[in-house]
T-cell receptor, first 116, second 112 residues
Framework: AQTVTQSQPEMSVQEAETVTLSCTYD???????LFWYKQPPSRQMILVIR??????QNATENRFSVNFQKAAKSFSLKISDSQLGDTAMYFC?????????????FGKGTLLTVNP | AAGVIQSPRHLIKEKRETATLKCYPI?????VYWYQQGPGQDPQFLIS???????DKGSIPDRFSAQQFSDYHSELNMSSLELGDSALYFC???????????FGPGTRLLVL
């Protein structure tokens, strides 16, 4: 079974600064996807970014980028130029891409607060 | 762009009652997932459907059942509700298996 660990329960950052959220995972699979989802106070789950394990290039979406280290099983999220609207719970998630099980396995989340 | 629709958005039930949650996936999406998120918890996978067939089952109680209909919408039926069933229930949809899941706004269920 896969496990996802987010070791930072809470983090804070000043507006316009850069912050990095950590995520590690454990799996015996070689093909999989990794995701970051954001859950603001509205509790909507919003996709932030996706990374395919077979791709060496790190995914980027505007101010959001990842540092994917497959050998170390690490998948961190960097948020540049932080904005007040980035305040949310951030969940790292794993999905197997082989076999028959395609559920998302989430970490416990990191609560990010962006301060003005 | 159209998103996943869930209804109702809020639901209050008494213990031992029954509840039905509905999910309408993004148009053309053929795969639906159900997740349960308790207070202060991460979402936990319940069950999924692909092309109207159950594709995977997680930690779903026997009191719960679900199905996907011919128009791809899905319903989660919950019977003999318990206080511990109070949670936020998410539906997510994707275009095929192994694809990115997009979440609906969730249904907040409160069991009194």
């Amino acid at each position: 079974a896969q496990t996802v660990t987010q070791s930072q329960p809470e983090m804070s950052v000043q507006e316009a600064e850069t912050v990095t959220l950590s995520c590690t995972y454990d799996t015996s699979e070689s093909n999989y996807y990794l995701f970051w989802y954001k859950q603001p106070p509205s509790r909507q789950m919003i996709l932030v970014i996706r990374q395919e394990a077979y791709k060496q290039q790190n995914a980027t979406e505007n101010r959001f980028s990842v540092n994917f280290q497959k050998a170390a099983k690490s998948f961190s999220l960097k948020i540049s130029d932080s904005q007040l609207g980035d305040t949310a719970m951030y969940f790292c998630a794993f999905m197997n891409s082989g076999g028959s099980n395609y559920k998302l396995t989430f970490g416990k989340g990191t609560l990010l607060t962006v301060n003005p | 762009a159209a998103g996943v629709i869930q209804s109702p958005r809020h639901l209050i039930k008494e213990k031992r009652e029954t509840a039905t949650l509905k999910c309408y996936p993004i148009p053309r999406h053929d795969t639906v997932y159900w997740y349960q998120q308790g207070p202060g918890q991460d979402p936990q996978f319940l069950i999924s459907f692909y092309e109207k067939m159950q594709s995977d089952k997680g930690s779903i109680p026997d009191r719960f059942s679900a199905q996907q209909f011919s128009d791809y919408h899905s319903e989660l039926n919950m019977s003999s509700l318990e206080l511990g069933d109070s949670a936020l229930y998410f539906c997510a949809s994707s275009l095929g298996l192994r694809e990115t899941q997009y979440f609906g706004p969730g249904t907040r269920l409160l069991v009194l």
